[in-house]
């Protein structure tokens, strides 16, 4: 079974960046559409981007759009999500996700994602 460990969290100020990494365990991830979301305290999740298995397409939440950025490695085994000019609101448990979806789209809608990794904390302050 597909195992994402996610890492990259931590402590940083605001406009500062940080990239979380996630990783699959065993697996190719170039047979899954992969997402990354948020959920801050007592906040519903939030999806914030997505890619299709191609690496092809991708989406991002208006929310981080222009600030963040998703990418893929060469070999398939780890996503990535850059993170610019982060801002105290960005403070959350962040979270990749990926969905069995072959081909040239993804999904942003957090149902459609069957395989979760255990989050990491990103926390914005001065």
């Known amino acids: 079974q597909l195992q994402l460990v996610e890492s990259g969290g931590g402590l940083v100020q605001p ?15 170039r047979y899954y559409a992969m997402g990354w979301f948020r959920q801050a305290p007592g906040q519903a999740r939030e ?3 997505c890619m299709s298995s191609s690496a092809q397409s991708t989406i ?12 893929r490695d060469s070999a398939g085994h780890t996503v990535y999500l850059q993170m610019n000019n982060l801002m105290p609101n960005d403070t959350a448990v962040y979270y990749c996700a990926a969905q069995m979806l072959h081909g040239n789209t993804c999904d942003m809608g957090d149902r459609e994602y069957v395989y979760w990794g255990q989050g990491t904390q990103v926390t914005v302050v001065s």
Do not use: E, H, N
């Open 47 to 49: 999806a914030l981007s």
């Open 60 to 71: 991002y939440a208006d929310s981080v759009k222009g600030r963040f950025t998703i990418s």
């Open 15 to 29: 406009g500062g960046s940080l990239r979380l990494s996630c990783a699959a365990s065993g697996y190719t991830l």
